[in-house]
């Protein structure tokens, strides 16, 4: 790989990568090698539970819109999307969703706000969190849920090991705790000694790499991939000076004269 440039390690399924590769493009943030390796797969598994009396759904993720799509799901009028890039996957296969700010506590808020009263179904994977249905329920909003895919591990690929072990910094995007958890483990596994540089989506994400040492970090203000793509910007920015000196780490600072600790744990 090109060793001009700091890398950029993307471990969410392919699809999903390849995305974010292309968004980040599309905001001008160049000069960087991607390296594609999924710690986490998305396999829908079905069959969609019964929908009479359903009068609207819920989704956490892109993830559940596209298997809800894949076991033959149709749209229905009245769809609660967790954030822009589930709204996004939601508005592809016809619904016009009401979209929350991107987390768990945002979405139930906004459907007890709207009180929409019917049968609604929260479609959500094997790994999930919030306990939606079981809250909405208690508040007095009917909701069932239904788990329609699951999201098995995936090993790290060669290219991603090799990155991980070599001295050009590598940029990685963590979206999840399982998904951080799980690549603070195949890190640890494979001895990785690269200058890495960490973009948390939240600041759960990042206590779930609590021990893992990186060199510097950044947690966006809120669940959003806007602000995903520029935190990964930044980071890049702040890795490509130790690309000049051969992945030396030195006396790397974020930022001169942040008094930043470029040693600590994030």
């Known amino acids: 790989m090109p060793d001009t440039q700091p890398l950029l390690l993307l471990t969410r399924p392919r699809a999903a990568s390849e995305r974010f ?13 991607p390296v594609i390796s999924p710690l986490i797969e998305v396999e829908p598994t079905g069959p969609l539970p019964p929908m009479e009396g359903i009068t609207g759904l819920i989704f956490t993720s892109a993830n559940a819109v596209r298997a809800y799509a894949e076991l033959g799901g149709v749209p229905l009028p009245l769809c609660y999307a967790v954030g822009e890039a589930t709204a996004r996957a939601a508005r592809d296969l016809g619904m016009v969703p009401r979209v929350a700010g991107g987390d768990a506590e945002s979405l139930l808020a906004a459907i007890l706000g709207d009180a929409p009263g019917g049968q609604l179904l929260h479609l959500r994977g094997t790994h999930a ?12 909003q009917p909701c069932l849920e239904a788990v329609i895919y699951d999201q098995p591990t995936r090993p790290l690929t060669a290219e991603a090991i090799s ?3 070599g001295r050009l910094p590598v940029v990685v995007p963590l979206f999840s705790p399982r998904t951080a958890r799980i690549f603070v483990e195949a890190a640890a596994a494979v001895s990785a000694t690269a200058p890495l540089f960490a973009a948390y989506m939240s600041a759960e994400v990042a206590a779930a790499c609590s021990g893992h040492y990186v060199l510097d970090s950044d947690i966006v ?15 890049l920015e702040c890795a490509r000076p130790l690309v000049e000196r051969g992945g030396s780490v030195g006396s790397y600072q974020r930022d001169a004269g942040s008094g930043r600790d470029p040693r600590a744990t994030d």
């Open 221 to 235: 203000s809120r669940p959003d991939g806007r602000l995903m793509r520029k935190s990964v910007g930044k980071l």
């Open 129 to 140: 969190r919030g306990d939606l249905a079981a809250r909405l329920g208690a508040a007095g």
């Open 163 to 165: 990155a991980l072990q």
């Open 21 to 33: 590769v292309q968004e980040l493009a599309e905001d001008g943030i160049t000069g960087f090698t």
